[in-house]
Structure formats: C-alpha cells, structure tokens
C-alpha cells in the first residue's frame, strides 16, 4: 500500500501578497482539513535536498474548548504526518510516516546495534520526545529522504528527570552528529536546554554542555547552526514572567561552553511565545523565522549579516491570523535561493487549524 495519503499534491489555496520591504511573498496551505487540528512543524522537524522539502506535523480532531487553549480532542488520538514539495514548497503531498504502526501508533523502541552513516547523500534524523514512557525521547534515521525510517531508538535521559527532544541537530562527520536538546530543570520543570554529542553513528549519546544557565522562567526549543569547525550559534525560547523573546547564544569551542550572543532580540509577543526556526543561508548569512502570538497575529522574521551578533529589521512576512494558536516554523532555503517557511496557522480563532507555507525572498531585506 503506498505511503501517500494523498495521492495528488495538497494545495487548497495559493495568495499573493504585498508586503513592506518584499515585492511579494506567496501564502500556501500545505494542508487543510474541515474540522481538523494540525499543528506544530518545529516539534516534527523540515528536512531538504535542493527543490525537494519534507516537513512533519502533528493531526488531530479540532475541539475548541477556550480561547487560551489549543482546539485539539486530547480524547481523540493525534499522529504524525508528513508533507512533502517537489517544486520548491509550491505544491505538497500528505504522507503517513513509515515508523506508524496499521493503528497509527508509534512503534516500540529497539536496540541499535551498528552505526548510522550520517554523510549519506539521503540522510535525514528526527528526534522527538515520547509520552510512553514518560520521560523520554526517540532518535529515528532515514537513508532514502524520509521514506522510510529506521528505529525508534530510544535516547539516554543525561541523568535528568526529562528531555524532551525536538529535532535540532548538526552532522560534523560520518558517524558525528551533535544534539540540541530541552531537559527539566533542576526542580523538575521544563525549562533549560542541554548539548550532546555521538561520534559512533549514533549507538551512544553523550552529554556535553548546558547552554546558558538555568533560568527562572523557561530557556527552551532550540534551533542551531554550525558557522565553523568550532563555532556554532542556537536561538532559544525564553519565558521570564509574561515576557517571550529569543536568545541567542554562541560558542567558539565547538559546544563545550556558551555565551549569551544576543539578548532579547526579538519578541514572540503575548503571554504564549513561539520557538525559532535558523537557517544559514548560502551567502553566509542567518535567517530566523517565528510565530508573533499577539495582535496583529502572524509570522515574522529576521535576518544577521554577521553570524547572530546584530539582526536587522522586523520582516513581517503576514500579519492576517485570526488568534494567538500559531506559529512553530520550521524553514529551509531552496535551490533559487529563497526560503521556504512552514508553520501552523488559523484564519479565526473557532476555525480549524492548518499547515501553511510563505516561500520568500531574504535579498529583498
């Protein structure tokens, strides 16, 4: 039976828009249900091979049952899908992961006995937090662009109470591949971010750094980049009381310490907060993309000339979202050069949610 669910490419609507500073930004809907929830693309990870994009989301039944919480049944079951662009992000099929049980459960965890080749052409790893048990998180593989997956493997805790892990990872070599990962804190909350490592194709993980202290609030869900042999810059979210920004942290010894980078350089607005997307561009430059989750409710991002130690100007890529439920982008740059920015969005707040895409040009920023 085929993996596609949907046979044809999903595209409901296509908008054009004008926007400051961009001659035009295209909106797509990358997939839309009549009273169906799908959301969170950061969580599930973007993966790409010049045109060709593959990014997850999460589906479930719409149920609203208040205006501060998200409309998804938690009685009805939720699972993983995928969606994929041949032609840059422009059209998407919806596809069922191949680590899905008949049922549509996750399959059990097994041992790996022998490491994965991280330098393959088709290589792709997704690492996600898991309910059962509670606690910990899972590492998958994939040789053939996300068709089909090896595993779940099941990642160590680091000797916290719980990681909650979100695919953010860098390959350094064949069998070398470092980990962002969101850990409790030391009073059991979901709150600090730490890094590991593999340098046997992924059969152990190791820890080897907290980045940043631990704060009050929450410093969460991060999304990292490699400028050099030694040099590597994530961007997290943080809470402190009713304020949401991003961070952005920076070491120059390969991941061994950290320093705060950039401080508060973007708000993610209201009381919610939104994580950030990085992408490193092909002239040198970062990109980071977030969901704005107070009024005028949208997606925005910004752009660093200078590897994340100054960011310009707000780009408001739409502003047009019914509610603060939005947001989560995951982004990758295609072969012309623009960027494809996936996210979750709604058109009012009673209104299904849906997977859109906004395909932009950063050289007209």
Known sequence: MSRTV????????FLTVETAGAESMEHIVVYREPGRFAGWPANNGIWSWGDEIVVGFVEGRFKFVSPFDHPIDSAEPETTRFARSLDGGRTWSIEVPSFLDKKGKQRAPVERTRPIDFSHPDFAMRLRMNRTPPGHSRIYYSRDRCHTWEGPYQLPKFDQKFIMARTDYLVDGPHLATAFITSTKKNGREG???CART????QTWKFVSWVGPEPKGFSIMPSSVRLSATDIVTILRRKEGPKHWLDAYRSSDDGRTWRL?????????????????LTALGDGRLAVTYGYRSAPFGMRARISDDGGDTWGDEIVLRDDAGCWDLGYPATT?????KLVTVYYYNDALKSERYIAATIWDPDEH
């Open 6 to 13: 949907f046979a044809v490419a999903v595209m409901l609507s």
């Open 192 to 194: 600090r971010v730490l």
């Open 199 to 202: 340098t046997d194709g992924g």
């Open 261 to 277: 980078q950039r401080e508060q350089f973007a708000s993610t607005g209201g009381s919610h907060g939104n994580p950030p997307s």
């Open 333 to 337: 740059q295609r072969a012309d050069g």
